[in-house]
Nanobody, 115 residues
Framework: QVQLVESGGGLVQPGGSLRLSCAFSGSLFRVYTMGWYRQAPGKQRELVASITSGGTTNYADPVKGRFTISRDNAKNTVYLQMNSLKPEDTGVYYC?????????WGQGTQVTVSS
């Protein structure tokens, strides 16, 4: 059984930075594609960034050049470095672990970008 625990969310001013972490407990972290999703109030959950077992990354257009996803297979952890944050980045950020056909979700961490 896989469990995902996010941390690092909070309140930040526009232009600021945050680093989210997702700790993976379970087996074979290295084979999972890991992703970060977010859900803004009244909107659907959307993909922010993902990283495959081989290290290939993918980003949603609104965050390209500002966010960086990375993984540390020795620590069973995936990170999301968020720079130049904007108010529209506000939402609950969820960690996702996927190996077809199975997917797991964390409980989410709130990110609020406001002055």
């Amino acid at each position: 059984q896989v469990q995902l625990v996010e941390s690092g969310g909070g309140l930040v001013q526009p232009g600021g930075s945050l680093r989210l972490s997702c700790a993976f407990s379970g087996s074979l972290f290295r084979v999972y594609t890991m992703g970060w999703y977010r859900q803004a109030p009244g909107k659907q959950r959307e993909l922010v960034a993902s990283i495959t077992s081989g290290g290939t990354t993918n980003y949603a257009d609104p965050v390209k050049g500002r966010f960086t996803i990375s993984r540390d297979n020795a620590k069973n952890t995936v990170y999301l470095q968020m720079n130049s944050l904007k108010p529209e980045d506000t939402g609950v950020y969820y960690c996702n672990a996927r190996i077809t056909p199975t997917t797991y979700w964390g409980q989410g961490t709130q990110v609020t970008v406001s002055s």
